[in-house]
């Protein structure tokens, strides 16, 4: 069955970086999109990022867009989420997501908490 595992959270100042990893088994990875997607309490689970199974396409929404960048290596079945210029407001649960595009797809990770504050 598919696993997603993801890694890399934790706490940070404002302003900081911070570079997510999820490692992909049990399905084959080169032929999902992915996407990371963020929840923090009593708020709705939001889009962060997102990318082609080919890597031809790769976007964000506005409140990430030029901070962060999702990258992907297909031949270690691993998805990637470099933050920069981190702001409070972003802090969540981080979560990997395979098999969407408009909609989130089937396969979740269990989340890696980042915290944003000084």
């Known amino acids: 069955q598919a696993r997603l595992v993801e890694s890399g959270g934790g706490s940070v100042q404002p302003g900081g970086p911070l570079r997510l990893s999820c490692v992909v088994s049990?399905?084959?990875?080169?032929?999902?999109?992915m996407a990371w997607y963020r929840q923090a309490p009593g708020k709705q689970r939001d889009l962060v990022a997102r990318?082609?199974?080919?890597?031809?396409?790769?976007d964000y929404p506005d409140a990430v867009k030029g901070r962060f960048t999702v990258s992907r290596d297909n031949a270690k079945n691993t998805l990637f989420l470099q933050m920069n210029a981190l702001k409070p407001e972003d802090t969540g649960i981080y979560y990997c997501?395979?098999?969407?595009?408009?909609?989130?797809?089937?396969?979740w990770g269990q989340g890696t908490q980042v915290t944003v504050s000084s």
């Open positions: 997501n395979a098999g969407g595009w408009e909609r989130p797809g089937s396969f």
């Open positions: 049990g399905i084959s990875f080169r032929s999902y999109a």
């Open positions: 990318i082609r199974q080919d890597d031809s396409t790769a």
